[in-house]
Structure formats: structure tokens, C-alpha cells
């Protein structure tokens, strides 16, 4: 079954603990994305990634990190994680970094912060 | 910077009524795409639109992109109670990013 995985479904963790939430896309898509959704801002892009070694940042990249060293993986990493980064987090991947192609979401990760 | 707004932020409606949302874009859009979100779920793809003026039709749902392509539009007729979640248009301003308008949440009353 095509489809964009991410672990962990839910994560409660504590300010400053290294954390990293895991995307893996069997698609065979060269693009994919990390988003944050919060209440009243829809979803905000984080970073994203054309292919393999070649990444971006998106609007809200302050306070994360990515890496693709692996078509199919796309972690995204917060080195000291902050309560502002309390938030849903979805990853998507699309066949291109082409833009007309259709973005598939992952389920999404909920994220608390203490 | 560029923003994609989105109107308006909640809707309740009655079955059956109609239900409008709309999107405004800063800049020009390369194209826009529609999702739709049922609570607790994730976003999913509903329909792109790509030239200037296009109308698009799924059943109850009619998707419009404006000529000036900064704007965009998704109209539900006799909406029914699946219809419920929250609705997101998606641009993309040239480059490879994505700008997300803020969702608009529909509520449908049987």
C-alpha cells in the first residue's frame, strides 16, 4: 500500500531533550516536506526537500533540522526543543519537486513540550 | 512575505445549505490545490488547478481559480454531513515551497 509514514504517533517530552520524528514515504517520490499545523495558521511549511542531499527551508525553519540521505526518509530533528514547538507535525512527499504535483500526508505527530 | 488568506475561518451550516470558502493570495500563484482535512486526520487531496479562470467540478464540489490567478474558490452545494472538516487551499508561488491558507472549518447541522 502507497503511503507516507511517521513515528511517533505522539510524543511527550521535556525543553532542551533532543528529539527526532521520523518520515518514510514507499513511493518512490523525490519531493517531500515537513509542515507544523497549529490552531488558527493552517500548516506552515518547515523545510523541505527536492532529493536525496538537496534540502530547503520553508517559512517557520527556526529551531529544526532535517536531513535526506535516503530517497524514502526525511527525519526532521529539534536539537533543543522549546513549548513553542508544541504543535501537530505532518510530513508529505510528492512524485517531483515539479508544481503541479499532488502532496501525500503522513498521519501526523503530536507533539507536547513541557 | 507571501501569504495565502482564507475565509472565512469557521462555517456552520444547516443540510442542504450551500458553503462557500475563499482564498487570497499576495502574489501570483503557479498554481493552487484544495484539501480537505476530517478532524483527527490528515490532509488530503482534493483537486489542483493550474490556468488562469478554471473551473473544476466533483460532483457537489465546483473549484474556481481566479484570472488574476491570486485567488480561489470552493463552493459545496446542499452540503451533507461527510462535507464536515476543515478545507485548505494550498499556492505555490513559483520555487518549490507551499503556502497554506488557514483552513476553513465546516460544520454541518442535520
Known amino acids: 500500500e502507497a503511503q507516507v509514514t511517521q513515528n511517533p504517533r505522539y510524543l511527550i517530552t521535556v525543553t532542551g531533550k533532543k528529539l527526532t520524528v521520523t518520515c518514510s514515504q514507499n513511493?518512490?517520490?523525490?519531493?517531500m516536506s515537513w509542515y507544523r499545523q497549529d490552531p488558527g495558521l493552517g500548516l506552515r511549511q518547515i523545510y523541505y526537500?527536492?532529493?536525496?542531499?538537496?534540502?530547503d527551508k520553508g517559512d517557520v525553519p527556526e529551531g529544526y533540522k532535517v536531513s535526506r540521505k535516503e530517497k524514502r526518509n526525511f527525519p526532521l530533528i529539534l536539537e533543543s526543543p522549546s513549548p513553542n514547538q508544541t504543535s501537530l507535525y505532518f510530513c508529505a512527499s510528492s512524485l517531483t519537486s515539479g508544481n503541479q504535483e499532488t502532496q501525500y500526508f503522513g498521519p501526523g505527530t503530536r507533539l507536547l513540550v513541557l | 512575505g507571501q501569504q495565502v488568506m482564507q475565509i472565512p475561518q469557521y462555517q456552520h451550516v444547516q443540510e442542504g445549505e450551500d458553503f462557500t470558502t475563499y482564498c487570497n493570495s499576495s502574489t501570483t500563484l503557479s498554481n493552487i490545490q484544495w484539501y480537505k482535512q476530517r478532524p483527527g486526520g490528515h490532509p488530503v487531496f482534493l483537486i489542483q488547478?493550474?490556468?488562469?479562470?478554471e473551473v473544476k467540478k466533483q460532483k457537489r464540489l465546483t473549484f474556481q481559480f481566479g484570472e488574476a490567478k491570486k485567488n480561489s474558490s470552493l463552493h459545496i452545494t446542499a452540503t451533507q454531513t461527510t462535507d464536515v472538516g476543515t478545507y485548505f487551499c494550498?499556492?505555490?508561488?513559483?520555487?518549490?515551497?507551499?503556502?497554506f491558507g488557514a483552513g476553513t472549518r465546516l460544520f454541518v447541522k442535520a
Open positions: 513511493m518512490n517520490h523525490e519531493y
Open positions: 488547478l493550474v490556468k488562469s479562470g
Open positions: 494550498a499556492g505555490n508561488p513559483g520555487g518549490f515551497k507551499t503556502i
Open positions: 526537500s527536492m532529493n536525496v542531499e538537496v534540502t
